[in-house]
């Protein structure tokens, strides 16, 4: 799982920060021009006494000012920046010149760069360091954010000029990146309202700060029981099954709570949960750790997130009424997608939920006949699955978890993600322990190219779980590439998890699942990071959501590779590298369980896609979740790997609600990409990998995703490459009425 922070422009709702539920009344016009002469002086009054908002300092166009933030700075920096960025604004409106693309759309490009680098800080405090005090700032600012953004976004005379350009002639004169760009601010400024009359301005405007309220509240509630509720373990009885590293991992919990000595604490969060629910030997305690995880936002108290979801559901079905959509989910699924419709979506989803349900009833039989062997006297429930799962591998394959974790130390595999991205993309990762960084676990390392010694960026990793930070794993982007002005930029990224730190001094032991999520994030790094284009709004993971899973999905897939796992994957007292025997028993296990991983993320997916399409109906998210999954013959012996109620991918913001398909689309690209690989001269084939980076990794936003696509692949991605890589059988996967060979082909629409 991914979150991407990229660029705060007029082109990013803010909704997409979170927000309080406070609302705001605002003039969707532009400033006025003694609003931007006032907020030019704030501005500048601001900047001598504010970090926030001072231009960041050291080499290569520094470095975000982590070891001078305060909390009680943001709120004053954000209001400096954006009226700062308004005054930008409004002189680009005004400009008397004749609207062309250098005086509109580049000028726009230039503008806001205070408003980027206070929201990029801002926004990693929202994730990482999430604090009470931090908290009341976002319940503050969020929906003045939101507001905001729909000042410029409703500005008519921004708007006409940017038509104007988008119009223009002599377009066909431009660069393709320059045509793409514009199209973009076009498309996303009427999608956000632009056309709409004076009243549905308003109103769009005002949804957006409830809807940023809504967000921040929902986050808030979510956080605080991943935060706060948790199960202390009082005796040895209490640990049973556990390995020494689970143990470990959760006396250090306990410490870091302020437990009494002696005991052991499983967090609520994936990390510490997963691996209990897999190893502990008590039924009993299982069942009280997975209700704890999957009723997150769900125990009918202050945090219950159930009345949050109805408005925010309401107000996005308002809204995209008033854009002119029939749902929220039409309005989310067209334009700058692959997909183009919410009903090409379902139709890949329903392609591959019925041999991924089949495949549950499979695991299922399996787990209960051996619960009957063991005379277990037992009905295999959802806190029974990881735990029967594991006996079941240990039964067909020989092949035990805790006999690889050993060999997955935390450490080593980062190397291991930076040699591969050595082999592939020619970089260098060197230690920057000058850099600042906002909490001690925090590293940086400087990214260079191997051959010519060239800057390409700055590196963050922010390993470990604590308070104050989200759960899950995700990728930052705190600055984006560009060369605007013939200025070269670089980059600066992140990577951000949730891993258990153990006994100080020794090595952190990792799931494979853990490590496979590592590489994934890293995909989404080296997608930051190979980016090269001249337009900020363009670079990077800036692409279509339903695309931007593709390079951390494909990277997946370079863990398994023996150059990996025989340099990398080393054992963590003795040094030896994994026995081949161990891989080659991870490698027939290779589709193991894919009927439950495919089928509680695929569960998901459908529901937020249901909730979305659902339109004005008023929905009780509980009932309608239950519904749906019945209609849908969802086993019970699991659940949605997001139940509604702490759904954040889809409740947080906007960023992936009706887009939860994305993860599904973009595996079956990936799933494609990796065969031109092996079709090749293997995983680190120079040529395919050359192709990938110029076509792909390097593009950014600036050609459309299925066009760049077909130059990397030489055709459009097909289907039966993810039925092969999850083990099930390509005749089965028919249904919904699509060509499975093409299901992921676009409707392509062109730019201009």
């Known amino acids: 799982m991914s ?8 082109l990013l709702l803010a909704t997409a920060v979170a927000g309080s539920a406070v609302v705001m009344k605002v003039n969707a016009e532009s400033a006025t021009a003694d609003d931007s002469a006032q907020g030019a002086q704030t501005a500048a009054a601001a900047t001598a006494a504010n970090p926030l908002l001072a231009e960041w300092s050291g080499p290569h166009n520094g470095t975000p000012p982590f070891d001078k933030v305060r909390v009680a700075d943001f709120k004053p920096a954000l209001e400096a920046a954006m009226a700062e960025n308004l005054a930008e604004v409004d002189k680009i409106a005004a400009d008397k010149s004749a609207p062309n693309f250098d005086n509109t759309i580049a000028a726009l490009e230039r503008a806001g760069g205070t408003l980027d680098r206070v929201t990029t800080v801002y926004s990693i405090w929202s994730g990482n360091m999430n604090s009470p005090e931090f908290q009341t700032v976002q319940r503050e600012m969020a929906p003045r954010l939101a507001a905001f953004n729909d000042k410029i976004t409703q500005n008519e005379a921004l708007f006409k000029r940017i038509e104007t350009v988008y119009n223009a002639p002599d377009k066909k004169k431009w660069t393709p990146e320059q045509q793409r760009l514009v199209w973009l601010y076009y498309t996303n400024f009427v999608r956000s309202g632009a056309k709409l009359d004076a009243a549905s301005k308003a109103r769009v405007s005002e ?11 929902f986050n808030q509630h979510l956080l605080s029981d991943e935060n706060d509720l948790f199960l202390v373990l009082r005796s040895e009885d209490e640990l049973a099954g556990l390995p020494k590293e689970l143990r470990d991992a959760a006396a250090a919990a306990a410490a870091a709570k302020k437990q009494q000595p002696g005991t052991w604490v499983i967090l609520n969060t994936r990390s510490s949960v997963d ?26 108290d202050k945090n219950d997130n159930n009345a949050i979801i109805t408005d925010i559901l309401q107000l996005r079905a308002e809204r995209a009424r008033l854009l002119g959509f029939p749902t929220h989910a039409h309005w989310r699924v067209s334009e700058n997608t692959m997909a183009k419709s919410p009903e090409r979506a379902m139709e890949l989803m329903m392609q591959v939920w019925k041999p991924a349900v089949a495949r549950v009833h499979e695991e299922v039989a399996d787990m209960q006949a051996l619960a009957d062997k063991e005379n277990a006297g037992i009905k295999i429930e959802p806190w029974d699955y990881r ?16 006999e690889l974790k050993p060999y997955l130390q935390l450490d080593k ?64 982007a705190y600055r984006s590439q560009q060369r605007l002005d ?59 959501r339903d695309y931007v899973e593709f390079p951390s999905q494909l990277l997946e897939r370079w863990l398994m590779t023996p150059e990996v796992l025989q340099r990398f994957a080393v054992h963590y007292q003795t040094g030896k590298p994994i026995p081949q025997e161990l891989v080659e028993k991870l490698k027939k296990s290779a589709t193991f369980n894919q009927g439950f991983a495919t089928t509680e993320y695929l569960a998901s997916a459908l ?6 399409l659902a339109g004005a109906q008023k929905i009780d998210p509980d009932a309608f979740e239950k519904q749906a999954l019945a209609e849908l013959g969802m086993p019970s012996e699991l659940v949605m790997r997001h139940r509604t109620p702490q759904f954040g991918h889809i409740f947080s913001s906007d960023s992936y609600s009706a887009g939860y398909y994305s993860y599904l689309w973009t595996d079956v690209i990936a799933a494609d990409a990796f065969e031109a690989f092996t079709e090749a001269g293997g995983p680190y084939d120079k040529k395919v990998a050359e192709r990938l980076r110029k076509y792909v990794f390097s593009v950014g936003n600036t050609v459309d995703p299925a066009e760049g696509y077909r130059q990397f692949r030489g055709r459009d991605p097909r289907v039966e ?15 919904g009425g699509a060509d499975k060979s093409t299901a992921t082909k676009p409707a392509t629409k062109r730019n201009n």
Not at 3 to 10: G, H, M, Q, Y
Not at 416 to 440: C, D
Request: glycine share 8%; net charge positive; hydrophobic share 35%.
């Open 275 to 300: 691996p209990f629910l897999t190893y502990s030997g008590r039924r009993d305690l299982r069942e009280k750790v997975w209700r704890m995880f999957v009723n997150r936002g769900d125990n009918g």
């Open 387 to 402: 735990f029967y799962m594991e006996k079941v591998r240990k039964a067909k394959y020989d092949l035990d978890q805790n």
């Open 207 to 217: 949804i957006n700060q409830k809807l940023a309220g809504l967000y921040t509240n």
């Open 486 to 544: 013939g200025k070269e930029v670089t980059t600066i990224v992140s990577n951000n998890a949730n891993f258990v730190k153990g006994k100080p001094g020794e090595p952190v032991l990792i799931s494979w699942d853990d490590a496979t999520t590592m590489f994934h994030e890293f995909g989404h790094a080296l997608h930051g990071l190979n980016s090269n284009v001249t337009y900020p709004t363009l670079a990077g993971t800036a692409v279509a």
């Open 413 to 476: 595999l980062r190397e291991g993600i930076f040699w591969v991205a050595g082999e592939l993309f020619n970089f260098k990762f060197t230690p920057a322990p000058n850099i600042p960084v906002y909490q001690e676990d925090v590293k940086v390392w400087e990214v260079t190219d191997k051959s010519s010694g060239k800057h390409i960026g700055y590196w963050f990793f922010d390993p470990y779980a604590r308070d104050g930070k989200r759960s899950g794993a995700w990728m930052n």
């Open 721 to 735: 490459a993810l039925m092969r890589k999850r083990g099930f059988p390509a005749e089965e996967s028919k249904g």
């Open 3 to 10: 979150k991407i922070i990229t660029r705060t422009r007029v």
């Open 607 to 612: 529901v937020d896609m249901k909730l979305h």
